[in-house]
């Protein structure tokens, strides 16, 4: 990726309380705020991370979104999975360059976003033709049109079945993953992974009851927690909010028949 900012790049606009404003570069357009405006054309051609200033003398750094302030603050329809949960699912699941993954419950495109960029290659298995669409778009946006040759979503319910075979994962984000457990074993590969995103203990309950009675083993369900500090010179104490709960992350492994 090059360091400089060119037409069609997706970048944010910084200010000097850390609020970010997302703006695809155009020729032609301008960047609005309540403090004035700067023309795209002032920004193309720019080193990432440069400031720029509207004609009110507000001041701006402009840098290329991370994907996980992207997620923040793209178009949704359904709910994400938050970056906190994300990098963990990354590692609980393995995901890597050629895995072939079946998501279902793709909502937003947040989860598939990170898998693509780490390589996969992903069957996603969605109810809402709007939640799809929404999801191809993002990936679109943030990663490219090449990234949707390796994306594939269809209108399906997971619950009647998996098409797919000799498929390396299988991570969900559904409301009875449990229901995609015997499908899930004549779908993967022995060894393969299975992730379940789940926000309430009740669910990991019934997910954990319906994997012990399969050939998964290994089960493990985990819950990540996210707190930040306060540091200002001598001041250093944990800030007063933290990101507790938002879901839990149920993973296990698939044996032999």
């Known amino acids: ?57 507000q001041a701006y750094v402009v840098m290329r979104p991370t994907l996980s302030e992207f997620i923040l603050k793209m178009p949704r329809g359904a709910q994400v999975i938050y970056p906190k949960d994300i990098g963990p699912m990354l590692m609980l699941a393995d995901i890597g360059p050629g895995v072939r993954v079946l998501e279902s419950g793709v909502g937003s495109g947040a989860l598939s976003m990170a898998m693509l960029r780490a390589g996969a290659e992903i069957v996603g ?26 994306y594939h979503v269809e209108l399906r319910d997971c619950y009647d ?60 369900t985990v819950e990540v927690m996210q707190r930040g500090w306060h540091v200002e010179g001598h001041a250093v104490r944990p800030d007063h909010r933290m990101v507790g709960h938002t879901g839990f992350l149920t993973h296990a492994r698939l044996g032999v028949a």
């Open 1 to 57: 990726m090059s360091g400089t900012l060119t037409e069609g790049d997706l970048v944010q606009f910084l200010d000097s309380k850390g609020r970010k404003y997302p703006v695809v570069l155009k020729e032609g357009k301008e960047f609005h705020s309540h403090s004035g405006f700067v023309p795209h054309a002032d920004v193309i051609g720019l080193a990432e991370g440069s400031k720029v200033h509207t004609g009110r003398g």
């Open 125 to 150: 298995y969605e109810l809402r033709e709007d939640f799809a669409n929404r999801a191809r778009s993002n990936v679109e946006q943030f990663l490219g049109p090449a990234a949707l040759e390796r």
């Open 161 to 220: 079945g998996i098409d797919a075979t000799d498929i390396d994962r299988v991570v969900l984000d559904l409301p009875e993953p449990w229901q995609v457990v015997p499908h899930a074993e004549t779908a993967m590969r022995p060894g393969g992974i299975l992730v379940a995103y789940t926000p309430s203990i009740i669910q990991v309950s019934q997910l954990r009851q319906a994997l012990s009675a399969s050939r998964f083993f290994a089960q493990e």
